[in-house]
């Protein structure tokens, strides 16, 4: 059996997602109806994943942040059009940084890219990353701040090339596919990035990625399956307070596909 917990506050679509994937056979979902309470679950090792719902974020990611400060937390929301009728294509990516305080500085974004990298790793997916910034190419000299953002993209294009080919889950130079990877530097254009079927979208900052999540989710209704929480061996799906039934459905099947993925390979 698999032991979801679920946070509910002020929107019930969370509730009646619940209650729809209880119809899954292994599946157990119960409710945390506060912030401490979904804490406690989170640090309940009956429990295999949990699921923010409509709960307010800033007490639980804090929480997160100092339980485990030896960690870099961060977040990558994970969009999936697969069993989408409205998309005739299957897509799935994970955009980052989406945390408005998230990805400030080159290292923070760099250290999204490689646990983005290496969670699509551990699904069994190679990873393919698009980095974006403030213009395009040929936009230096425009202003201070753009050339600013437009070298950090450079820059951090090199740098997560390089940390990827240290690590041993990667090597393009091997004959085994599975570890080889793409970076590339699309500066503005998330339209090409998209297109050409990237599976990290790496915005140039927190702001920018929620504003994207926003854009594409909830004004566009592109599937979130939700964020998933990258740096912890615990399974926790960050989401929006303003989801629907169906998105939030989508977010502890997830959980679910993940917890059981963890069971089996343990």
């Given at each position: ?5 679920a946070?509910?506050?002020e ?10 994937a ?5 599946l ?12 406690n ?5 009956g429990?295999?994943?949990?699921v923010?719902?409509?709960l ?9 942040k ?19 009728e ?7 990516f ?19 890219a ?10 069994n997916?190679?990873?393919k ?6 213009g ?22 090199e740098k997560i ?23 590339k ?16 979208i ?8 929620n ?15 939700g ?19 169906e ?17 089996e390979?343990?």
């Open positions: 059996m698999i032991n979801i917990v946070g509910y506050f929107n019930r679509n969370i509730l009646e997602a619940s209650k729809e209880s119809s899954i056979e292994d157990n979902v119960s409710i945390a109806n506060s912030e401490q309470e979904l804490i679950a989170f640090k309940d090792p429990v295999d994943a949990v923010r719902g409509s307010k974020s800033h007490e639980i990611m804090k929480f997160l100092e339980y485990k400060k030896d960690n870099a937390i961060n977040r990558a929301t994970f969009i999936n059009t697969f069993d989408d409205d998309f005739l294509e299957d897509y799935e994970l955009l980052a940084p989406v945390g408005i305080d998230e990805g400030k500085t080159i290292d923070e974004r760099l250290e999204i490689i646990q983005a990298a290496l969670f699509l790793k551990s699904i997916k190679q990873p990353i698009a980095i974006l910034a403030a395009r190419k040929d936009d230096f000299g425009r202003t201070l701040g753009i050339d600013k953002n437009l070298k950090e993209s450079e820059d951090l294009c090339t390089q940390k990827l080919n240290d690590l041993d889950a990667f090597d393009n130079d091997s004959d085994d596919e599975s570890k080889h990877f793409e970076v530097n699309y500066y503005i254009l998330i339209e090409k990035a998209i297109k050409e079927g990237n599976n990290i790496l915005a140039p900052d927190g702001v920018t990625g504003i994207i999540f926003r854009t594409l989710v909830l004004l566009n209704s592109w599937p979130s399956n964020a998933v929480t990258l740096g912890i061996d615990e399974i926790f799906v960050d989401t929006s307070r303003d989801q629907s039934v998105g939030y459905l989508r977010s502890i099947k997830l959980a679910y596909d993940l917890a059981k993925a963890k069971k390979s343990l």
